[in-house]
């Protein structure tokens, strides 16, 4: 059983409509390694983040929670990729970029300054990230399509929380 890939649990916040470009995508997407679906609407992100991975955890025979938001349409293999990743990929997210200018790409710096902060890497980065498509070490990423390894969860300080929204944080940054 080491050697087989993965099964996933699919957690889709649903805080806004869905787009009938993600619904008709979300039909054509090879879902064989999908062991479940979850989701939560009509609640503050952070909560809906939260009741995702609990549900999530109320489920067997998965081993990796993948995020999928709204605004991201992944390739129709995804879910077949992410399962084939190995146990030390803890955490892997996408390179999206924001929704307004300057479009900053949301994948941020592998070393954290002294106070914590993270940057997001600068175009050059970006640039051979988007050329040399693999996986590349950062601090943190947008949550768009973002493959959480069930340990990490399992294993969180349940006296922290997992999201937490500020005015100088985002929620999937925080996590």
């Known amino acids: 059983m080491e050697d087989e890939p993965s099964m996933i649990v699919v957690g889709i916040p649903l805080?806004?409509?869905?787009?009938?470009?993600?619904?008709a995508h979300w039909l054509r997407m090879d879902k064989t390694k999908v062991a479940a679906t979850v989701t939560v609407e009509g609640v503050y992100l952070t909560h809906a983040m939260t009741t995702l991975v609990c549900m999530a955890l109320d489920h067997d025979d998965w081993d990796r929670l993948v995020i999928m938001e709204h605004d991201v349409i992944p390739p129709v293999g995804a879910f077949e990729r992410i399962a084939?990743?190995?146990?030390?990929?803890h955490i892997v997210?996408?390179?999206?970029?924001?929704?307004?200018p300057p479009y900053t790409a949301m994948v941020f710096g592998e070393d954290p300054d002294p106070e914590g902060t993270v940057l997001p890497f600068g175009p050059d980065i970006v640039k051979q990230i988007a050329d040399n498509p693999a996986l590349y070490?950062?601090?943190?990423?947008?949550?768009?399509?973002?493959?959480?390894?069930?340990?990490?969860?399992?294993?969180?300080?349940?006296?922290?929380?997992m999201?937490?929204?500020?005015?100088d944080e985002s929620h999937d940054?925080?996590?």
């Open 15 to 23: 805080y806004r409509s869905l787009p009938a470009t993600f619904f």
């Open 84 to 89: 084939e990743y190995g146990p030390d990929k």
């Open 93 to 100: 997210g996408p390179l999206m970029f924001q929704h307004v």
């Open 137 to 161: 070490a950062c601090s943190a990423v947008s949550f768009g399509f973002t493959a959480i390894h069930r340990d990490v969860l399992e294993k969180w300080d349940k006296d922290v929380p």
């Open 163 to 167: 999201f937490l929204h500020t005015n």
């Open 173 to 175: 940054v925080y996590f």
